[in-house]
């Protein structure tokens, strides 16, 4: 049965730090080369975050650019849901700096993860408190600034990785737009092929934790890519059997961006073109929780989202999270 939420995205903007890191500067750390990281991935660059700089940052200026766009009066805003894996510390949330940076005086937040899922998780979340009407504006973040846990000696990691920030508002939808339906799931089994072993509870940082490298990305590349593959085009293919739609109705597809191949895959399934499918990979890497607002940002940009369109947001992420979103374009 689908689950309809009566709140529809009324406004995205994102932001993505100055400095860019290319494949040939790679060649240079590294031994690999363009051609490796592009056949493979997809990626050609993706931007990396200043020293000084955190995901609140990212996320704040995100957040300032999509109020300014949708001419909102900061104290308007009633919630904040942030989705990160690389909060600026364990506490307080990452939520609560942009909170105050942005003067959202009115708003009460928190921070989600669900890694590469968690912008999909945030943005239902946030809908269900429009959708039942005790909160008027909800503004939805993903942020990550994956360069600060990556080891950069670890070819297969380090180049899959960008940073970046994406943010939409949410307001109360009308019947027959906004969000038509979502699905959501995990397998945690999944757990032990991507995670960050350092710094939380169960091993907390010590000097021995530091010296086994603990506090960086860990993968096990081709086990997430094999899941990756056939969940999202599961996930995808489901979402609109189950809402009586197909391929051909969609307008777009905004997919997560972790691997051109995985995106492709899901492409396939759902018999849609290149110009259905949002890609942006080979600009920005995997921003984890930034891919799908980047992606609907870079996708208003290029004017292939208009008003009534039926879209579909899609995402497989650590922990085996897996998270997709079927809305009807409101904007």
């Known amino acids: ?35 490796w990281i592009r056949t493979r991935t997809g990626i050609r660059e993706r931007h990396i975050v ?13 957040a300032k650019l999509l109020l300014a766009q949708t ?3 900061p104290a308007e805003i009633d919630l904040i849901v942030l989705a990160s894996v690389t909060p600026d510390m364990f506490f307080p949330a ?7 940076r942005i003067g959202a005086k009115n708003a009460w937040g928190f921070d989600l993860s669900a890694a ?43 180049v899959l990785f960008g940073d970046g920030a994406g943010a939409v508002l949410l307001e109360p939808a009308k019947d027959g737009e906004g969000i038509l339906d979502f699905q959501h799931d995990i397998d945690g089994s999944g757990g032990a092929y991507l995670y960050m072993p350092g710094g939380g ?20 590349g081709s086990q997430v890519f094999k899941y990756a593959v056939r969940r999202m085009a599961e996930l995808a293919a489901g979402l609109l059997e189950r809402n009586g739609f197909k391929g051909d109705d969609l307008a777009l597809v905004v997919p997560h961006q972790a691997n051109l191949r995985i995106i492709r895959a899901m492409q396939e399934r759902l018999g849609v ?17 930034g891919t799908i607002p980047l992606g609907m940002w870079d996708a208003i940009a290029q004017g292939k989202l ?17 998270g997709g979103v079927l809305l009807r374009w409101a904007m």
């Open 50 to 62: 200043g020293t000084g700089k955190a995901t609140s940052d990212m996320a704040t200026e995100a």
């Open 201 to 220: 509870s169960l091993n907390p940082s010590t000097h021995e934790t530091v010296d086994k490298n603990m506090h960086v990305v860990h993968q096990d």
């Open 94 to 100: 990452t939520a609560c700096l942009v909170q105050e």
């Open 1 to 35: 049965m689908p689950h309809r939420i009566a709140a529809k995205i009324t406004g995205v903007a994102g932001y993505l730090p100055p400095k860019v890191m290319t494949n040939a500067d790679f060649e240079k750390i590294l031994d690999t080369s363009d051609e």
């Open 306 to 322: 208009k008003k009534g369109d039926l879209v579909l947001l899609a995402a497989v992420g650590a922990g085996y999270t897996t």
């Open 116 to 158: 590469c899922s968690g912008f999909a998780y945030a943005l239902t979340v946030g809908a269900q408190f429009v959708g039942a009407g005790t909160h008027k504006k909800a503004l939805v973040i993903g942020s990550d600034s994956m360069s600060r846990i990556l080891d950069y000696k670890d070819r297969a990691t380090c």
């Open 71 to 73: 001419n909102t009066d």
């Open 273 to 289: 073109p290149d110009s259905k499918v949002m890609v942006n990979i080979d600009r920005y890497g995997n921003t984890t929780a």
